[in-house]
């Protein structure tokens, strides 16, 4: 048995990113630890969902330990650092949120979990945070440098596989201009993809080590993700996406493995197995 702990940003990365991953080692009877640098005071709650005078910060950590229920985790941390929202917004300025944490204290406050785990493996995010959420970006920082303190053996790198990603927009978009009635629903997915092909979100498949088949805990990633109500709507796409959809979305979680470099051996597929 190995201890592993999954580092995230905000409520609701951890179901989105990782649950799967970690629904499977659970089973495998890992011990799974959860830890959140910020409660997501950040974010954007679904009109009408919070009471009167309910701050979203608690809410969130409230959603937070259902989704960890769900998931199976043993211990559920929060750093305590506040939300520092999105990217050239004003609150980037906050001087007690994550992105304007010191890198050294926050790494020895998150450390000081690993130590008392002693942990075997860890993840954190690219160096982009996936997306270039200032969060994020901190979460591959402090996570990297608590993983040095702490001496832990394997730090995986979770992000999106951006070639399998763009490679399916392009399927769809094939597919819609051959059927569609609409050219406007075409030429706005095209510039979806246009967008993202020209932003950094992810990273090519090429420099990814680990494809984790979740296929088989999808019910239960999805009944995570919906445990954080008061982030996605009885509209969301999430919830109207059908479920072959959603299982082909979700289905698989991608990993780098910051010691090894995989050329051209297939992905491996378990983040515990003895290289
Ligand atoms: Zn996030």
Redesign the pocket.
Known sequence: MATAVFF???P??EAIATSGTMMLAKAAGHRVVLVLATA?EQGEPVEGVLDEGELLGDRRRAETQRSADIIGVDRLEFLGYEDSGMIDTETNANPTCFWQADVEEAANRFAEILRSESADVLTVYDSNGGYG?P??IQVHRVGIRAAEMAGVAKVFESTMNRTSILDNMEAVLEALAATADSEEAVAELQERRNEMEAGTFGMDQADLTHEIDVSSMIEAKREAMLAHQSQIGEDSFFLTMAPEVFAQTFGSEWFRDRSWVRGDQPFRTDLFAES
């Open positions: 995230h940003a905000h609701d990365d997501g959420h969060d994020h």
